[in-house]
Nanobody, 126 residues
């Protein structure tokens, strides 16, 4: 079955960097678009970044544009999120997700993605 396992979260000071990874299995990874979302306590899950199956197109939330870079390695079945200049408001659980059904929905919306990992905690201290 499909598995998405996130890693790389942790505690970092404001201004620091983290690199999140999501390892996928149980699917032909290179066929699918991938996304990263996050959810802070008491808030709804929100879009962070997405990447098309080939890596040819990427999408970012305005809140992270210029600070985050999404990439994928189809040979290793991984999608990564490099986060720089982290802020306390970036504190959240970060989830990767896959669009298994080739939904026509927006890359920015959680409804496009139909399988999610368990998440990795990112905490940014001020």
């Amino acid at each position: 079955q499909v598995q998405l396992v996130e890693s790389g979260g942790g505690l970092v000071q404001a201004g620091g960097s983290l690199r999140l990874s999501c390892a996928a299995s149980g699917l032909t990874f290179s066929n699918y678009h991938m996304g990263w979302f996050r959810q802070a306590p008491g808030k709804e899950r929100e879009f962070v970044a997405a990447i098309t199956w080939s890596g040819g197109r990427t999408y970012y939330a305005d809140s992270v544009k210029g600070r985050c870079t999404i990439s994928r390695d189809n040979a290793k079945n991984t999608v990564n999120l490099q986060m720089n200049s982290l802020k306390p408001e970036d504190t959240a659980v970060y989830y990767c997700a896959v669009d298994l059904l080739y939904s026509s929905g927006s890359y920015y919306l959680a409804g496009k993605y139909d399988y999610w990992g368990q998440g990795t905690q990112v905490t940014v201290s001020s």
